[in-house]
């Protein structure tokens, strides 16, 4: 069976990724022919005797820019007409479930993992399909990006999970932020499970699950409460 998914990605710490996806799920995922994933040196693609792929930025200023040769010649030779090709950057567009639900249908997502200053411009403007960014903050690894980013998306993989309700009433689903569980014992420490899950009404525990995440988003994120009312 050929994976339904495949991942590769491009980044100067290779073993950043592999070790994360011999894990849990995605590790399950990957050994089921579900996903592949391949983590790639960078360096692989560059030139001269020390395969250097970074270099000080024109213009001055501190740490070091990924050179376009190295990201070129890689991006070239492991894309294909289906791939998309994604630049792990903390001023893209902003991860959501939506769009990890969107790039869940890809055949193939190449995925370009910055370090340090970024990498140079003209990789962007010319190489670059999506540019996506995982929250409003900078990481000195960008392979870490990509991680979150193969964890998020593969999940709505068919089959990933084994059980795909295990997606729904989930945070963010519907823009509702998800509801309090509870697992046995009934009572622990004095501290007793709320009585309505334990009633077997089915249409009450929906309605009690639903009014939790309503309150949990108001109280949490109101800014997700806009979007709702809009």
């Known amino acids: 069976m ?7 990605v491009l980044s100067l710490f290779p073993q950043t990724v592999e070790a994360f996806t011999q894990e849990s799920i995605v590790g399950k995922a990957i050994e089921r022919g579900l996903i592949d994933v391949h983590s790639l040196d960078l360096r692989d693609w560059a030139k001269g005797k020390h395969r250097e792929a970074d270099d000080r930025p024109f213009g001055g200023g501190a740490g070091m820019v990924l050179k376009p040769e190295p990201l070129f010649d890689a991006i070239e030779q492991v894309t294909t007409p289906s791939s ?8 893209g567009e ?10 869940s249908t890809s055949p193939h997502l190449v995925l370009v993992s910055g370090h340090y200053e970024g990498i140079d411009q003209r990789v962007r403007d010319h190489a670059i399909d999506r540019e996506i960014s995982i929250g409003d903050y900078v990481l000195t690894n960008g392979a870490l990006a990509a991680s979150v980013l193969i ?6 993989v068919p089959g990933v999970l084994g059980d795909d309700q295990s997606l729904q ?6 823009q509702l932020l998800g509801c309090p569980q509870y697992t ?13 899950l334990l009633s077997g009404n089915h249409q009450a525990i929906a309605r009690w699950r639903h009014e939790q995440r309503l309150e949990k988003t108001k109280r949490l994120r109101p800014d997700l409460e806009t979007i709702i009312n809009q």
Do not use: C, N
Request: proline letters at 10%; zero cysteines.
């Open 169 to 174: 009433g989930e945070s963010f689903d519907d």
């Open 2 to 8: 050929s994976p339904q998914l495949r991942f590769d």
């Open 184 to 196: 046995r014992p009934e009572e622990f420490r004095g501290f007793k499970v709320p009585e309505v």
């Open 94 to 103: 902003p991860f959501s479930t939506e769009l990890a639900k969107e790039l």
């Open 151 to 156: 964890d998020a998306v593969a999940r709505h």
């Open 84 to 91: 998309t090709v994604i630049y792990m950057a903390p001023d």
